[in-house]
């Protein structure tokens, strides 16, 4: 699996969009962007993933570089309770392999 | 509301017991996984197991085993607990062997052995 880079830690003003970056540079064609967060004493909770098209839910956006070496989480409005470590974890698909998780950036969400 | 589920929030241990952790999912999936996460160091994959009675080594196997009898239940035994096993141990499943779908992880136990 890739490796991936994620800035340590982030603030945000409650209210405005974080953009959380994450550098993949060595991504394969196959692999895909995942993301997930943990808040504090939870277990990881899954966000987002894409392979080259961005995406979108209800929690999240998720934007990747057309040459795939880069993606953005944006929260478009953050709240406190998104409080928590962001991780970003590039994968094969197709594969039964284990998810490899970082440190992530920690998101402090401020009033 | 799908749910993975361990057995403990939180356990204390003495040095040398025999440690079961366990972990039900109530989704049907095949994978499941055992992490254990401690502070600078993010999540560390232990085992995981992709069916019944089937099992593989992750990234740090030395010191446990598991154990998975049936599709909804993933054990992760420590066969004589230490001091360094002293962590947060997270228990994970996913749907399918594509790994398309996102990982759902339960609330953690949190083990200190002493």
């Known amino acids: 699996d890739a490796k991936t880079t994620q800035p340590p830690s982030m603030d945000c003003a409650e209210g405005r969009a974080a953009n959380l970056p994450c550098n993949h540079s060595t991504i394969s064609g196959n692999e895909y962007v995942y993301w997930y967060r943990q808040i504090h004493s939870q277990g990881p909770q899954y966000i987002i993933h894409?392979?080259?098209n961005n995406e979108t839910n209800e929690m999240a956006s998720l934007i990747i570089t057309e040459d795939r070496k880069s993606s953005t989480l944006i929260l478009p409005h953050a709240t406190l309770r998104d409080t928590a470590v962001y991780y970003c974890?590039?994968?094969?698909?197709?594969?039964?392999?284990?998810?490899?998780f970082g440190t992530g950036t920690r998101l402090q969400v401020t009033l | 509301d799908v749910k993975v589920t361990q057995s403990s929030r939180y356990l204390v241990k003495r040095t040398g017991e025999k440690v079961f952790l366990e972990c039900v999912q109530d989704?049907?999936?095949?994978?499941m996984f055992w992490y254990r996460q401690d502070p600078g160091l993010g999540l560390r994959l232990i085992y995981f197991?992709?069916?019944?009675?089937?099992?593989e080594k992750g990234d740090i196997p030395e010191g446990y085993s598991v154990s998975r009898e049936k599709k909804e239940r993933f054990s992760l035994i420590l066969e004589s607990a230490s001091t360094n096993q002293t962590s947060m141990y997270l228990c994970?499943?996913?749907?399918?062997?594509?790994?398309?779908?996102?990982?759902?992880f339960g609330s953690g136990t949190r083990l200190t052995v002493v």
């Open positions: 989704m049907d999936h095949e994978n």
């Open positions: 974890i590039v994968r094969v698909a197709g594969t039964a392999s284990k998810l490899t």
């Open positions: 994970a499943s996913s749907p399918s062997r594509t790994g398309l779908m996102g990982y759902t």
């Open positions: 197991s992709y069916d019944v009675k089937m099992k």
């Open positions: 894409g392979l080259k």
